[in-house]
């Protein structure tokens, strides 16, 4: 993997002391939030909690997926000062970011949010590749995923979002907020200019419009999940042409958008059941 998660680095997690049902004491690890404030040039956008893994490609990835930066090759710098938690993405000209604050309405993902109105216009005239999609691809992900070492085995609390291709995971990011993830994996294939159109995104969240429309703007075809999907999400993915997965754990998953770039390639009896460890595990995405 290019990117992986180290559940082992300084700074990400916090040991708490605290009592179980039974009044004994207990040491837990808890993941730590900090504030991160994200500049364009030098207007401030919005201030973001995140883990604080990663901030230049999260701000990238924010400003990009908002409509901010409808010209990414035109980044003259990235300067992030860990102290103040101050990322400032620097252009060779100003944008139109004041008309794109006005709009306020939010979604339905936590932390930050979004502006919903910007990533919407965003989507006229997306049109994603037909790519197809092995389900023997998607199972391999899945076993692979789901036990490979992370901040959300370790301690919870948290989201991850995994860059694919074919049966490989390429970055995997992990953060408070779902959408945050998604950015961090958007500003890594923009400032190393990582081609979308034959990836899949697997995500441990839910199948939100939000989730959908910035898997859209990144030009990536195909959206799978362990969680389950909201209504306007799978109607979003039907008018872009985005397959949608959904509901992925052990040999199950439902395909509520591209059923039709689906290559049903796998023996489902070949695969193994979803462990009771990981379906409890899986089930605080939810």
């Known amino acids: ?31 730590e939030e900090r504030p991160l404030t994200i500049y364009l040039n030098a207007q401030e956008i919005v201030t ?5 893994d990663y901030p230049e490609y999260l701000a990238v990835g924010y ?25 400032v993405v620097r252009t060779a000209h100003r944008t139109d970011f004041e008309e794109k604050l006005k ?15 910007d990533m919407m216009e965003g989507l006229e005239g997306v049109t994603l590749p037909r790519a197809k999609v092995r389900t023997s691809d998607l199972y391999a ?14 301690a919870g609390a948290i989201h991850g979002t995994v860059l694919c291709e074919g049966d490989v995971p390429l970055v995997y990011m992990e953060d408070v907020g779902r959408h945050n993830a998604v950015d961090k994996i958007a500003g890594y294939m923009l400032r ?4 979308a159109g034959d990836k899949l995104l697997y995500t441990t969240g ?35 042409g985005l397959t ?4 992925l754990r052990g040999q199950r998953f439902v395909c509520l958008a591209g059923e039709d770039r689906l290559i049903r390639d796998a023996d489902l009896a070949a695969q193994a059941d979803e462990d009771r460890r990981h379906r409890r595990k899986g089930a605080g995405h939810d």
């Open 1 to 31: 993997m290019w990117i992986a998660p180290d559940p082992d680095a300084g700074g990400l997690t916090r040991t708490v002391t605290g009592h179980d049902q039974t009044g004994a004491e207990v040491s837990l690890a808890v993941v």
């Open 192 to 195: 190393h200019g990582v081609g």
């Open 206 to 240: 839910r199948l939100t419009s939000e989730m959908v429309i910035k898997t859209a703007l990144m030009g990536i075809p195909a959206l799978a999940s362990r969680s389950g999907f909201t209504a306007w999400g799978v109607e979003i993915a039907r008018q872009v």
């Open 48 to 52: 973001a909690m995140t883990i604080g």
């Open 103 to 117: 709009k306020k309405t939010r979604t339905s993902g936590c932390a930050v949010g979004t502006v919903f109105g």
């Open 63 to 87: 400003l990009a997926n908002q409509g901010m930066l409808p010209d990414p090759s035109a980044i003259t710098g990235v300067d992030y000062d860990d102290e103040l938690g101050v990322v």
């Open 141 to 154: 992900l899945a076993a692979t995923i789901n036990r490979l070492p992370s901040l959300y085995l370790s």
């Open 244 to 247: 949608l997965i959904g509901r």
